[in-house]
């Protein structure tokens, strides 16, 4: 039960019509060939569909894996299916990709290749220490995990605090002084999700099933998008 995404931004907005226009009907082929396995690999998007200001789809990507069986290496085709959606929000054009951080990042580039013909017209999309330090105070009563990097300490690279009562500690402003917050985790008032959220805007959800996808970019989109810069 968990579900794990990340939050990019495109670096000048577009608006989802064009989007939609520019991903439509998008399929690629490849031709495999190794030790008598012979496989044609896709790249397709699919099951675009836009709702208000925002746009959903699938991205979905064949590879090949290395399977040891009976003393041999054999290649198999395998297929990444990930959801995601476009989303306008006061100027902003968000990416949200339903996939862990490397997943995520990668097709988050091949979508920057699709819309801008290069990589880096989607980049990711940040929070602040500050802004995090917020989200943490606002939901402090369930904050359960802190992270610090950027520690000032000799010798010390990240300082961490996991706990039921961290706001009453004197350790979290203490080591507030000494890095900056990296990531947090706690408990969703408003919609009583156990969220994990880190500066470069990865969000897990920990207690959503993993079907409910939906559900996650619903978040996401009200929750995480206004902490972004």
């Known amino acids: ?3 794990a995404g990340k939050i990019f931004k495109l670096s000048e907005p577009l608006p989802i019509d064009g989007i939609a226009s520019a991903l439509d ?6 031709e495999y060939e190794e030790g008598g396995y012979k496989f044609t690999l896709v790249t397709e998007v699919v099951g675009l569909v836009p709702k208000g200001n925002m746009l959903r789809g699938v991205y979905s990507h064949d590879h090949v894996m290395q399977v040891f069986h ?3 290496v054999i290649p198999q085709p395998h297929t990444v299916e990930a959801v995601f959606s476009f989303a306008e929000s006061k100027g902003t054009t968000f990416l ?3 996939e862990k951080k490397r997943v995520a990042n990668f097709i988050a580039n091949k979508l920057s290749e699709l ?3 290069k990589v880096g017209g989607i980049v990711e999309a940040r ?3 500050e802004t995090l330090r917020e989200f943490h105070l606002k939901n402090s009563e369930d904050t359960k995990i802190t992270f610090f990097d950027n520690v000032d300490i000799p010798n010390v690279n990240k300082l961490s605090l996991y706990g039921p ?4 500690t004197s350790l979290f402003e203490e080591y507030g002084k000494h890095g900056d917050l990296w990531y947090v985790v706690a408990r969703s008032k408003e919609y009583g999700y156990v969220v994990g959220i880190t500066r470069d805007a990865s969000v897990t959800i920990f207690n959503l099933p993993e079907t409910d996808k939906e559900k996650y970019m619903e978040y996401t989109a009200k929750q995480i998008h206004p902490l972004t810069t």
């Open 96 to 98: 949200t990709v339903v």
């Open 127 to 129: 929070i602040s220490p």
């Open 1 to 3: 039960m968990v579900v």
């Open 25 to 30: 009907g998008h399929r690629t082929e490849e």
């Open 165 to 168: 009562d961290l706001v009453n």
């Open 115 to 117: 819309l801008f013909e």
């Open 70 to 72: 009976r003393g041999k």
